[in-house]
């Protein structure tokens, strides 16, 4: 653990037959993490302005402050370098997850604080809807642009673990609450 993995280490692990390691990584570049924090908040933001505005009837002030306070929730879930790194890990690998995931949470949140829950749960569920398919960079298959449905039976199984891979990311994550994790654990 903690060790840098060189050229040479990679021809010894092959020798004594270690065919997987578990590369523990770090975006190197804060300022990308900074940047797609941004990004992330002025999209959840434009979204969560579209939907009030869809929904808005008369001004309806209950909406208009749901609103603002779904703003500044997922604000204060962007805060958070550790979720920052998660998403754009989930980026990395695939727009579409990375813009469904964007959109769950915007939605979720939403109608948690229509529900009347409390801040720290609708907290709780923007960040499990920001990273429920987080195990889905775990797959080694590609899974882009493809329908389930056409998925090989083989590739389905595989797909089917991204909620435990998920989960076994974030299991001994301190940031993260163990309800969350356990909802993205069973999302599925």
């Known amino acids: ?17 270690i065919t997987e390691v578990y590369v523990k990584d770090r975006v190197s570049d804060p ?18 302005q579209n939907i009030i505005s869809r929904h808005t009837y008369r001004n309806s002030e209950d909406m208009i402050e749901i ?22 890990d989930i ?5 579409d997850i990375y813009e469904h995931s964007i ?7 939403l109608v948690a604080l229509k529900m009347k ?7 709780n569920v923007g960040v499990v809807c920001l990273l429920h398919d987080l195990g889905l960079r ?10 389930y449905e056409s998925l090989p039976d083989k590739h389905r199984e595989e797909y089917r673990k991204h909620p435990i891979y998920g989960y076994s990311a ?14 993205i654990l069973c999302h599925h």
Request: charged content about 35%; aromatic content about 6%.
């Open 91 to 95: 980026k990395e690998r695939s727009a």
């Open 138 to 147: 775990y797959i080694a298959l590609d899974f882009e642009n493809m329908k």
């Open 1 to 17: 653990e903690g060790a840098r993995l060189k050229k040479e280490y990679v021809s010894k692990l092959k020798e004594l037959g």
């Open 31 to 48: 300022k990308s993490l900074v940047i797609l924090k941004e990004e992330v908040n002025r999209t959840c933001k434009v979204k969560v």
């Open 67 to 88: 609103g603002k306070t779904a703003e500044d929730i997922i604000t204060n879930i962007m805060e958070e370098e550790s979720i920052i790194e998660q998403i754009f």
């Open 170 to 183: 974030l299991k001994n994550e301190n940031w993260i609450s163990k309800s969350s994790k356990e909802i």
């Open 117 to 123: 829950l409390s801040k720290e749960k609708v907290y």
């Open 103 to 109: 959109s769950t949470c915007t939605l979720v949140t």
